[in-house]
Each structure stands twice: as structure tokens, then as C-alpha cells.
């Protein structure tokens, strides 16, 4: 049986590992943290993602923490008008089996860890590099140790250390960061008593705010323009960059605590994302900016259809998965890039044009592609960049 080492312990390293033991495949996960610890802030989950995580079993964390979105508006910067509000709510159960689901990433994550044996997480383990012969792949370990496995997943994001053994390139900074925080709820009571995702678009800059913790917090996140990623400006230059923004948006942002910063990376895409020991999975294969919020989505994604398919053929299964992701991923990447540009327009005639084409997004048909997505029918269909969903056996309970 195939030994399968998992190097990363985020969402997607989680996520193929609980898949991979329900199939009854041995794996290992390597994750260089000593321990997980309450990092980062929200995470969105749509549809074609919770859709997964109901299926491997973490229901109950999602009721228990996570916050089903009513809808997603989007406001102008300066006045507030709404540009558009698009309805999830039962609306996303009933049309794709699963609710839109706001979270704390550290939540979802022990969701996931719950799924696994202590002995399977492999703590405190970093590796450096993977190589790879006829017989084995290796990991070299920052202790200067080695294992050896049968198949390596790479699972460990945009600056993945599995990806140099199969492509040669470089993390591309998109020009943008992100400041990313937590606030109470009581800063924003309306977010409790009706859960959605705000959006603001504005010059060179947009801001999100959600519910996340059962309500009983929000995350908050400001993407900006930065032409020089090492530059870290503070919270109060934040602010002052958000000079003649609405005064909710200065109000909330000002209001946020444990505010970190991020420079916004992807990757061309690019390949192969395996070999005959190697392969790549989520941000590690093709990451992309998070302006679909997709990333742990499609990880999810990939995580289902790489495991399936091992467990079926392992022979063929790394070649399927590649071939049957590229379309849908080159799309979804495509996309991402794209709305880079629609979110930070200056005021003009782009800008009008865009909020009249939001104005007519009333409802989930625009995004019925990628929240309908079911990842076992690239493969019967193809691998078109949209199929069907999992059905009514797989649909979201309480």
C-alpha cells in the first residue's frame, strides 16, 4: 500500500490527510509548527467547499463556530451606496447543498485536527527539500535528518518547498497587502442580528468585513496597493491612507486588534504539478489571489479528487488529477486576477461601468460555476471549468 507523506499541516495538508485515513491509505503529515496555535483570522467558505468538510465529518465544528452568510453586499468607498447585495442564505442550501460559511481559520483548523490521530501529525517536523528516485521520495529534514515515503503531497502553500523539485519560478508579488484583524461583534451589532459579508471598493484599496466565532466577533481586512512588500506601515497610517473613506469603514478598521500584515503573492500557472513520487496540492500547485476567496475552497477541491483517486488507482491517479483540475484552477486563477484590477478601480468611467454590471448581480446564477463545482465531474465530464454538485445525499444538515 502507498506510503503517503503530507508535508504542511494547514487546511489542505488536513484535509487529504482525514480524506486519505477514511480511505484506510497510511500517511504522515509534516508540519513545521511545534504545535497549532490560534493564528490568522476569517476564513470564507463557500458552498463547494463545505460541501467537503461536511462530508469528512466536520459539521459540528462549522454549526458550532462558523457563521452561514445571509448574503454579500458591496458598497462604495466614500457614501456607502450599495452597489449590489447578492443573497446566500437559504438560497446557497437550496441551489448547491450547503450554506456560505464565515470562520475562524484557527477553528477550522481543530475542526480538521480533531479528524486525526496525534501520532499522524508529525509536529515540529520541517522540511527543507524533497527529492525523488525510482524507488522512493526523500524528505531532508531542518534537523538534518531523512524519511523516505512512496509519494510526497506537497500541501504546504505559495512558498511550498515541494514545488522547486518539479517547477522552476518564484512567488510573484501582486503590488497589493492585506491588514488582517479582529474586533467584537458589539463594534458592529448589525453583523450579529443579520451575518454577512461586506465588501467596500475604493482607489487603489478595498475592505471586508464578516461575522465570525458565532457571532461573537468579526474579521476585518484592508487590501491595499504596496509597490515595496517589506514596507509594514502601522495601524494609524492604515487610517490615515483611508483618509475620506465612510466613516464606518474608518470606525471599524480603527477599532481592530492584533492587526497583521500580508504581502498578496500567486504563482503563473505553471507545471507539472507532479511526478512519479511527487505531487502538488492548494496554494502549493496554483496559488492565487484572494479575491474569489477561494483558496481553501479549491484545496478542498483537490484534496477530494487526489485522494479518491489514489485510493482507486494510485497507479494513474496523479496524472487524472492534474488533467482533470488544470481548466477549472487556469479559471479560477484568471479570475482572481482580474477582479485585482475591478476592486481597486479609481473613480471614472471603469468604475461606472463596473458597479452597473454589479447592480445586475442579483442573484447566484453568476456564480453557480464555481459554488456548484463538484470535483468528481471533471473527471466524467472532461474537466470542465464548471459541472455539477455533489447531490442530495451530500447536502449541508443541521
Same mark, same amino acid.
Given at each position: 500500500?502507498?506510503? +503517503? ?34 493564528? &490568522? ?23 458550532? @463556530? ?5 448574503? =454579500? ?29 464565515? =470562520? ?25 527539500? +524533497? ?19 512512496? #509519494?510526497? =503531497? ?28 479582529? #474586533? ?33 466577533? +468579526? ?34 478598521? &480603527?477599532?481592530?486588534?492584533? +492587526? ?8 503563473? =500557472? ?34 477530494? #479528487? ?51 454590471? #454589479? ?21 466524467? @465530464?472532461?474537466?470542465?471549468? &464548471? ?12
Amino acid at each position: 500500500m502507498t506510503r +503517503v507523506a503530507i508535508v504542511g499541516g494547514g487546511v489542505a495538508g488536513l484535509a487529504v490527510a482525514a480524506l486519505l485515513r477514511r480511505h484506510g491509505m497510511p500517511y504522515r503529515i509534516y508540519e513545521q509548527a511545534a504545535r497549532f496555535t490560534t493564528v &490568522g483570522a476569517g476564513i470564507q467558505l463557500s458552498p463547494n467547499g463545505v460541501r467537503i468538510l461536511h462530508r469528512l465529518g466536520v459539521g459540528p465544528t462549522l454549526r458550532e @463556530h462558523g457563521v452561514a452568510a445571509e448574503s =454579500i453586499e458591496t458598497r462604495r468607498w466614500d457614501d456607502g451606496r450599495l452597489l449590489c447585495a447578492v443573497p446566500h442564505g437559504e438560497a446557497c442550501v437550496t441551489d448547491f447543498g450547503a450554506p456560505y460559511v464565515l =470562520i475562524h481559520r484557527a477553528d477550522l483548523q481543530r475542526g480538521l485536527v480533531g479528524l486525526l490521530p496525534a501520532a499522524d501529525l508529525g509536529l515540529g517536523r520541517r522540511v527543507v527539500r +524533497v527529492s525523488e528516485d525510482d524507488e522512493r521520495a526523500t524528505l531532508h529534514l531542518a534537523d538534518g535528518t531523512r524519511d523516505t515515503a512512496d #509519494l510526497v =503531497i506537497g500541501a504546504d502553500g505559495v512558498h511550498s518547498v515541494v514545488r522547486p523539485a518539479l517547477i522552476d519560478d518564484s512567488p510573484r508579488y501582486s503590488g497589493y497587502a492585506v491588514w488582517r484583524g479582529l #474586533l467584537p461583534v458589539d463594534e458592529v451589532p448589525a453583523l450579529g442580528r443579520v451575518p454577512r459579508v461586506l465588501f467596500w471598493f475604493g482607489p487603489d484599496a478595498h475592505v471586508t468585513y464578516y461575522p465570525i466565532a458565532a457571532r461573537q466577533t +468579526v474579521h476585518v481586512s484592508v487590501v491595499r496597493a504596496q509597490s515595496v512588500e517589506t514596507d509594514d506601515p502601522g495601524v494609524e497610517e492604515l487610517i490615515a491612507a483611508l483618509r475620506g473613506w465612510h466613516p464606518e469603514v474608518r470606525r471599524v478598521v &480603527g477599532a481592530a486588534r492584533g +492587526v497583521g500584515r500580508w504581502g498578496l503573492y500567486d504563482r503563473d =500557472i505553471a507545471g507539472p504539478w507532479h511526478s512519479r513520487r511527487l505531487v502538488l496540492l492548494g496554494d502549493a500547485a496554483h496559488p492565487t489571489l484572494p479575491y474569489l476567496s477561494q483558496g481553501a475552497n479549491q484545496a478542498l477541491e483537490d484534496a477530494l #479528487l487526489v485522494a479518491d483517486l489514489l485510493a482507486a488507482d494510485p497507479a494513474t491517479a496523479l496524472d487524472r488529477y492534474e488533467r482533470a483540475r488544470r481548466p477549472r484552477l487556469a479559471e479560477v486563477h484568471r479570475q482572481a486576477r482580474h477582479r485585482a484590477d475591478l476592486f481597486h478601480l479609481p473613480d471614472g468611467p471603469a468604475q461606472r461601468a463596473r458597479d452597473e454590471e #454589479l447592480a445586475r448581480q442579483v442573484d447566484l446564477n453568476h456564480l453557480r460555476w464555481l459554488y456548484g463545482h463538484d470535483p468528481d465531474a471533471d473527471l466524467a @465530464h472532461g474537466a470542465p471549468t &464548471g459541472g455539477g454538485w455533489l447531490g442530495p445525499d451530500h447536502r449541508f444538515r443541521d
